[in-house]
């Protein structure tokens, strides 16, 4: 693959990548802001490993969605 | 967006491109990034105490886009990632320890921040030198460019090493090593980033690559699963004690996670010798903004 090609699919990566992330950053991350800080506030060590736990399944989530538009783009050499 | 727990208002869109500047930074190097992400974040107005905490549960999950990334390439030797992982959670209380000594002293972040300056500058100075010899190697010699290193002698001095029990690490090419070499070397490499409060990617990526001879490119997806655990654990000490603001962290990982996957493409793309000649650079940029951290609070407390 030729790097114009390479370039070409990284920015629609980019941009398929960034409208769902803004729609996801709306929907979910606005609402999970006020039981975070009420939990922060309350229990320190329930909140501690409440929030490993959502980056830990946000991380997850997120590879999956990265992984699947890499290999459709075409950008993996070894996939 | 506000972010409540840090109490600061910061556009999320900034938060991203700090973690798409780290994530990429991460997937192709394997490090944390956390000294360029913590300068960027102190600057969007997060408080320093969240700066730490915040970071080490942003680079949590930027890592496991990374490294699962590198595990698909075959890039991740988890036989020693999770032996190393023994010494470097010793080391890192080790390092925390002393740093309390040397609180009790005094001067603590002079002393710190300059024993950092002098790190990061051997670090960057030795890889630079390195990397530029392999280069040469693999033009004059004609070496396979994945097996051009500038110093072997330390590596072939460890492997001499047969201080029983002997173990095989198949993924990173090494028949025999002694279990105490991986371990000693992950404790080096706790004691130093427990010592400087970072996550110490840019120390272990060199010491696996020169010390126990792995190859650059599992050198980096191992330590990007190392640092799933290391941060991870860091994450939730600091969370205790009220120093992570996790939408904040979130907020980078959407940026970062890309940034990664990014990253770690790239790497198959260059040869280990161009890759570290990169990284080399790093330590140095780290180094500026330590001393320029360090001047500042210097005139800060004289004015």
């Known amino acids: 693959m030729n790097i114009k090609t390479i370039i070409k699919n990284l920015a629609i990566e980019l941009l398929v990548y960034g409208i769902l992330i803004t729609a996801y950053a709306l929907i979910v991350l606005r609402w999970l802001s006020e039981p975070l800080e009420t939990l922060f506030h309350n229990n320190m060590i329930i909140y501690a490993f409440v929030g490993l736990a959502l980056i830990v399944a946000q991380g997850a989530l997120l590879e999956r969605i990265t992984s699947f538009l890499i290999v459709r783009l075409g950008l993996s050499r070894s996939e | 967006m506000e972010f409540p727990i840090a109490g600061v208002v910061i556009n999320p869109i900034y938060l991203a491109g700090i973690g798409f500047l780290v994530g990429i930074l991460g997937g192709f190097f394997g490090v944390g990034g956390g000294f360029i992400a913590g300068p960027m974040m102190f600057l969007s107005g997060v408080p320093m105490n969240f700066v730490i905490g915040t970071d080490l549960a942003h680079m949590t999950g930027k890592s496991i886009v990374a490294a699962r990334r590198h595990r698909i390439l075959g890039h991740v030797d988890i036989k020693l990632g999770m032996l190393m992982l023994i010494g470097t959670v010793i080391g890192v209380e080790i390092g925390a320890q002393v740093v309390e000594i040397i609180e009790k002293m005094g001067k603590a972040n002079q002393i710190i921040g300059w024993a950092y300056v002098v790190i990061l500058v051997a670090i960057g100075s030795f890889t630079a030198i390195e990397s530029i010899r392999a280069i040469r190697m693999i033009h004059t010699q004609k070496i396979e460019a994945a097996e051009a290193v500038g110093f072997t002698g330390l590596t072939k001095r460890v492997q001499l090493i047969r201080l029983k029990p002997m173990i095989s690490l198949p993924v990173s090419g090494i028949a025999s090593i002694s279990l105490w070499v991986i371990i000693i070397s992950g404790l080096i490499s706790g004691i130093l980033a427990g010592f400087l409060g970072v996550g110490g990617g840019?120390?272990?990526?060199?010491?696996?690559?020169?010390?126990l001879g792995v190859p650059t490119h599992v050198a980096i997806g191992t330590d990007l699963f190392e640092i799933i655990f290391s941060a991870g654990f860091g994450t939730v000490t600091h969370a205790i004690k009220g120093n992570v603001d996790i939408m904040i962290a979130l907020v980078m990982q959407t940026g970062a996670a890309i940034g990664a996957q990014i990253g770690a493409v790239a790497t198959p793309y260059f040869a280990g010798p161009r890759i570290r000649l990169l990284f080399?650079?790093?330590?140095?940029?780290?180094?500026?903004?330590?001393?320029?951290?360090?001047?500042?609070?210097?005139?800060?407390?004289?004015?």
């Open chain 2, 202 to 211: 840019f120390i272990r990526m060199p010491l696996m690559v020169y010390v």
């Open chain 2, 280 to 303: 080399s650079g790093l330590p140095f940029i780290g180094a500026i903004l330590v001393i320029w951290r360090l001047i500042d609070t210097a005139t800060g407390s004289i004015h």
